[in-house]
């Protein structure tokens, strides 16, 4: 499983544990470290700036060989947070950053003074083709199979497209719940894949019990793509309640949308009423049971460690 993406990050597979909003945490970074993979943690699963430099400390103590650590940043003006947390991250030190939801390039260009690696969420050629030109590292490639917010195009279509135009790595996020499914990717041109959904069900996710179950006990056909959360589409759990309310967005919020003044306010009002109830579903039993996951969830069997979710993707 030597590819360009092990030898970037130095690391056994061509791995990266997927940074996941309220479920990545420093236990899963640590075992995925352990395991010979990438680790990633959204920035925005800490609250303070003071809590970010104590991860990336806690990290940089636990480092292994054969591992690599990284961290997610939300790099458009919705994240007011974005500044401080770049700053932070740089000054502590990490092996690489994946950027989402804006340009990069000011992320690349601090980030790269201080020797870390730069891959950036892209879901066509065209920002793609942006991110290698500001000097991105690698690209992940965001497919149409993955969990959360998701690109439209298949795996295959996206990767061959990637690959033919593209000099960097190319990382295939998306639809990866087992070993057959990696070697799939590869076959395609993939440099390494991003899993994500398959460690939600992990011992060290600090999710409740609940949220992990459901993703034993539902399966790819129970995956619907809801505008509930957060305005733009995003794949859920089909439970109960998710059924009750809906996956469209409001008669009112889809007049809103249409002024161009007010697209934005709406987007950030719901993008928040979003989260409180993704963060509610996850940290607590509620009927009110909105839980992020993609189709790979079809492969996982049951709550595990995550040294044994990495057996099951490598072994």
């Known amino acids: 499983m030597t590819t360009k993406l092990s030898q970037l990050l130095k690391i056994k597979y061509p791995i990266i544990q997927a940074p996941m909003f309220l479920v990545s945490n420093t236990a899963m970074v640590i075992e995925a470290m352990k395991g010979g993979i990438g ?135 998306g639809g990866v719940g087992c070993k057959a499914d990696i070697e799939k990717m590869l076959s395609y041109g993939a440099s390494g894949v991003s899993v994500g959904s398959p460690f939600i069900a992990s011992v060290e996710a600090n999710v409740t019990d609940e949220y992990k179950q459901a993703c034993v006990d539902y399966g790819a056909k129970d995956i619907v793509v809801t505008e509930r959360i957060s305005g733009t589409p995003c794949t859920v759990i089909n439970t109960p309640y998710v059924q009750k309310i809906g996956t469209k967005q409001t008669w009112l919020e889809t007049i809103l949308n249409k002024n161009k003044k007010l697209k934005k306010w709406v987007k950030m009002i719901r993008f928040s009423i979003g989260m409180k109830a993704t963060q509610n579903a996850a940290t607590k039993v509620t009927y009110k049971t909105v839980w992020v996951a993609g189709p790979s969830i079809e492969h996982t069997n049951a709550i595990l460690p995550t040294k044994d979710i990495i057996k099951n993707l490598t072994e």
């Open 39 to 173: 680790g990633c943690i959204p920035a925005l699963n800490y609250r303070t700036l003071e809590e970010l430099r104590a991860a990336l400390k806690e990290l940089k103590a636990a480092k292994v060989e054969g591992g690599a650590f990284g961290f997610n940043l939300i790099v458009n003006k919705s994240n007011l947070k974005y500044k401080g947390q770049l700053e932070v991250i740089c000054e502590e030190g990490c092996d690489f950053i994946i950027t989402s939801l804006g340009s990069p390039e000011e992320t690349i260009k601090q980030a790269h003074k201080v020797g870390i690696k730069v891959f950036c969420d892209v879901v066509d050629l065209k920002f793609a083709q942006k991110v290698e030109h500001l000097g991105a590292d690698a690209i992940i490639a965001v497919n149409n199979e993955a969990g959360g917010h998701r690109g439209s195009k298949n795996p295959k279509e996206l990767i061959k497209d990637l690959v033919s135009n593209c000099k960097i790595p190319v990382i295939s996020a």
